[in-house]
């Protein structure tokens, strides 16, 4: 029967929904092509029948990049929810690293079955190793510890990895726009202790190396500040900056607070950043920094995926405990990342609460061998402007 002229836009649009759905079904079946054919099946019980409890260890509540995560982590709990499985689901804000211990050491007698914990600082790594001695499947997100047997998963970037390639790609940007040596390098660095920071200053540090070495560029000054605190951030930068002026070519920085303080405090002493300094972030959340980027203030960042580490920690907690997954011991999956630079920064806000689906978290990990527990997944809505 032919379709009448009312119904000709309705079948339109279900024809378009048609093709879309079968693109991304096509997308996510090829972008493990290397991948063991795996066969999945995912019920919605937990052993035993009983109720499934997820405790999420948020340690920075004030920073809005772990507003993402959070988000993430909060949005696979409702899913399971909506799965009908009985999930008691608590959060724990901690603002220091007492706090934090306080809290684990708490967790280690309610006896969760899923733990996803953002570390404050290597200093929980012992009280954690206990928490998953006590039975809790334990998520590591964004930062890792250095004993990778106090944890059952990573989820996060390869943060040295990342910062080296940033770094890499910034300084060659530097020499194609003829700026004149030796480059002067002020790196805002974080606090000892927070493992995020130190391996993104190693990653600077590597790719500063050759040049240092042939004296085409030379450090100034380390600043050490809390990342996660904007106005201690601030405070610091509006101190550094009149102290350099425009000797300074360019500001690293480990994380996005840190370079939205050198931004603001640049326009503060009448420098313009992007034109008399550079500046050179991480990350590519918070609708104010994006717009930094946006407008040349900032010359490149490196965006991760926060959603997706804690919507993929609650799901890979969630597969362990039904059976579904074993993992070697260490296991580590590192979380999209893409380069973000002003032609590039409006779509990265687009992508912050994209959903990448759990099966291809199950995928990825069943690719996980005691012999290779690493993975890198792919930069899945990634938008490269630039080479």
Not at 9 to 24: D, M, N, R
Not at 147 to 159: E, F, H, K, M, S
Not at 166 to 178: H, P, R, T, V
Not at 328 to 346: H, Q
Request: aromatic residues 10%.
């Amino acid at each position: 029967m032919s379709a009448t002229p009312k119904m000709r836009p309705l079948l339109i649009v279900l024809i378009v929904i048609i093709i879309v759905l079968a693109a991304l079904s096509g997308y996510f079946a090829m972008r493990l092509t290397t991948a063991p054919t795996t066969t999945v099946t995912v019920g919605i019980g937990v052993p035993g029948g009983k109720k499934l409890t997820i405790f999420f260890f948020d340690p920075a509540p004030a920073n809005p990049w772990w507003d993402i995560l959070a988000k993430g982590v909060e949005d696979a709990v409702n899913e399971l929810k909506l799965l009908g499985i009985d999930v008691d689901y608590r959060r724990f804000d901690a603002t220091s690293l007492d706090v934090q211990i306080s809290q684990l050491q708490q967790a280690i007698s309610l006896r969760p079955d899923i733990a996803v914990v953002g570390p404050v600082s290597d200093a929980v790594q012992d009280v954690t190793k206990q928490l998953r001695q006590a039975g809790a499947k334990v998520l590591l997100v964004d930062r890792d510890f250095p004993d990778q047997t106090a944890r059952d998963l990573y989820l996060g970037t390869d943060n040295k990895w990342a910062a080296r390639i940033e770094a890499e790609a910034f300084l060659k940007w530097l020499e194609s726009k003829g700026v004149p040596k030796p480059w002067n390098i002020i790196i805002f660095r974080g606090l000892p202790g927070i493992p995020t920071s130190y391996l993104r200053y190693e990653g600077f540090m590597e790719a500063l190396k050759p040049y240092i070495d042939r004296g085409d560029a030379k450090v100034l000054e380390e600043v050490q500040v809390d990342p996660d605190l904007l106005p201690e951030c601030y405070a610091k930068a509006s101190a550094i900056v009149p102290k350099y002026g425009k000797t300074v070519t360019a500001y690293f920085a480990t994380n996005l607070l840190q370079a939205m303080a050198v931004v603001r405090a640049l326009l503060d002493n009448k420098i313009t950043p992007g034109v008399d300094i550079y500046v050179l972030g991480f990350d590519a959340q918070v609708p104010e920094w994006v717009d930094m980027i946006a407008k040349g203030q900032v010359a490149l960042s490196i965006q991760q995926h926060p959603y997706t580490m804690g919507y993929w920690a609650v799901w890979a907690g969630y597969y362990m405990v039904t059976g579904i997954l074993k993992l070697p011991e260490k296991a580590v999956i590192n979380t999209p990342t893409y380069k973000v630079f002003s032609c590039n920064a409006t779509h990265s806000i687009a992508v912050d609460y994209f959903k990448i689906p759990p099966t291809e978290l199950v995928a990825i990990a069943k690719q996980l061998t005691p012999s290779n527990p690493q993975f890198h997944a792919p930069g899945y809505y990634g938008y490269s402007c630039l080479s």
